[in-house]
């Protein structure tokens, strides 16, 4: 496992979250990555060090799958700080 191998994960299958909080007016950040192969994601958290694992069910799939969130603040800035440099932006804000 490495940075490069993560980069390109999330190339094909993350996003980035943004969520706005009404109460609080604020917004929060969430890196998402998803699989249907729980343990590619177990080897992504184990090797970053950070974010939680989900089962979920997408709506209309009769497979379950696994998403990686990664929603504190500081952990997202150190996964994108850290593969800024190997993915590629397919859309600018």
Do not use: P
């Not at 191998?5 to 604020?26: H, P, R, V």
């Not at 990555?33 to 177990?42: F, G, H, I």
């Not at 939680?52 to 700080?81: M, Q, W």
């Amino acid at each position: 496992m490495n940075c490069d191998y993560i980069a390109g994960f999330f190339d094909g299958e993350g996003n980035l979250n943004i969520i706005k909080n009404i109460q609080k007016e604020s917004y929060c950040i969430q890196v998402r990555l998803y699989s249907s192969d729980e343990k590619v994601l177990l080897d992504i958290k184990k090797f970053i060090e950070k974010g939680h694992i989900y089962k979920t069910k997408k709506r209309l799939a009769t497979n379950f799958v696994y998403e990686l969130t990664i929603s504190n603040k500081l952990d997202v800035k150190f996964f994108l700080g850290n593969i800024v440099d190997k993915i590629i932006i397919k859309k600018k804000l």
